[in-house]
C-alpha cells in the first residue's frame, strides 16, 4: 500500500469513529429523553395529533377519550371515541362531526363486516343502496338486466357480498 492509500484509509477510518461517537451520545440522549418524557410531550407528538396518543402513562404516550377528540382520525373519520384502547367510531354523533359526512354525506355509524362488525362512518346502507342503484339505472335505462351487475361492480370496489345481497334484495323484481 503506498503513502496515499494509507492516508484515505485512516482519514475515512477517522471519520467513521467520529460518526459513531456522535450517534452513540444521540442514542443516551434519546434513552434519557424518554424516561423523562412527560404530559407535555405526549401532547407536543405527532402521535398525539393523528393517533390519540396525547397522555403520558408509565413512560409511554397511550391514547385517551380526550386524545381521540383532539385526532386526525377524529376530525377526518369520525373516530372519536376510545374504544379497546383505540380511537374509534361508536356512535352517530362520532361520524357527524368529521369531514367524511361534511365532504361525502358519510354521517351515520354503521357495522362495517369487512372490519369484523366494527362500526364505521358511512351513509345507511339503504340510502347507499338506493343512490347506487339510481345511479345504474340513469347510466342504462332501458336494460333492467344490467342493473344488478352495475350493483355488483360499485360495491365490488368497497363492500361486502352481504351489503350486495342487502342493495339486491331492494332491486325491483325483472
Given at each position: 500500500?503506498?503513502?496515499?492509500?494509507?492516508?484515505?484509509?485512516?482519514?475515512?477510518?477517522?471519520?467513521?469513529?467520529?460518526?459513531?461517537?456522535?450517534?452513540?451520545?444521540?442514542?443516551?440522549?434519546?434513552?434519557?429523553?424518554?424516561?423523562?418524557?412527560?404530559?407535555?410531550?405526549?401532547?407536543?407528538e405527532s402521535a398525539c395529533?393523528?393517533?390519540?396518543?396525547?397522555?403520558?402513562?408509565?413512560?409511554?404516550?397511550?391514547?385517551?377519550?380526550?386524545?381521540?377528540?383532539?385526532?386526525?382520525?377524529?376530525?377526518?373519520?369520525g373516530r372519536c371515541s376510545?374504544?379497546?384502547?383505540?380511537?374509534?367510531?361508536?356512535?352517530?354523533?362520532?361520524?357527524?362531526?368529521?369531514?367524511?359526512?361534511?365532504?361525502?354525506?358519510?354521517?351515520?355509524?354503521?357495522?362495517?363486516?369487512?372490519?369484523g362488525g366494527a362500526l364505521?362512518?358511512?351513509?345507511?346502507?339503504?340510502?347507499?343502496?338506493?343512490?347506487?342503484?339510481?345511479?345504474?339505472?340513469?347510466?342504462?335505462?332501458?336494460?333492467?338486466?344490467?342493473?344488478?351487475?352495475?350493483?355488483?361492480?360499485?360495491?365490488?370496489?368497497?363492500?361486502?357480498?352481504?351489503?350486495?345481497?342487502?342493495?339486491?334484495?331492494?332491486?325491483?323484481?325483472?
Amino acid at each position: 500500500m503506498n503513502k496515499l492509500s494509507c492516508i484515505g484509509v485512516l482519514a475515512v477510518v477517522a471519520v467513521l469513529c467520529v460518526s459513531c461517537t456522535k450517534s452513540s451520545g444521540n442514542k443516551a440522549k434519546q434513552k434519557t429523553s424518554k424516561s423523562e418524557r412527560t404530559q407535555i410531550d405526549c401532547k407536543a407528538e405527532s402521535a398525539c395529533k393523528h393517533l390519540g396518543k396525547c397522555s403520558y402513562v408509565d413512560g409511554y404516550c397511550v391514547v385517551t377519550a380526550e386524545g381521540c377528540k383532539v385526532s386526525r382520525l377524529c376530525k377526518d373519520h369520525g373516530r372519536c371515541s376510545l374504544k379497546d384502547g383505540a380511537c374509534a367510531v361508536t356512535s352517530d354523533a362520532d361520524c357527524k362531526a368529521s369531514l367524511l359526512c361534511k365532504k361525502e354525506n358519510r354521517c351515520s355509524a354503521v357495522t362495517d363486516p369487512v372490519s369484523g362488525g366494527a362500526l364505521t362512518c358511512d351513509e345507511p346502507l339503504k340510502d347507499k343502496c338506493r343512490r347506487i342503484m339510481k345511479t345504474c339505472k340513469e347510466n342504462n335505462p332501458d336494460n333492467p338486466e344490467s342493473w344488478d351487475y352495475c350493483l355488483k361492480t360499485i360495491l365490488a370496489i368497497d363492500d361486502s357480498v352481504e351489503v350486495f345481497g342487502f342493495c339486491k334484495k331492494l332491486l325491483p323484481a325483472k
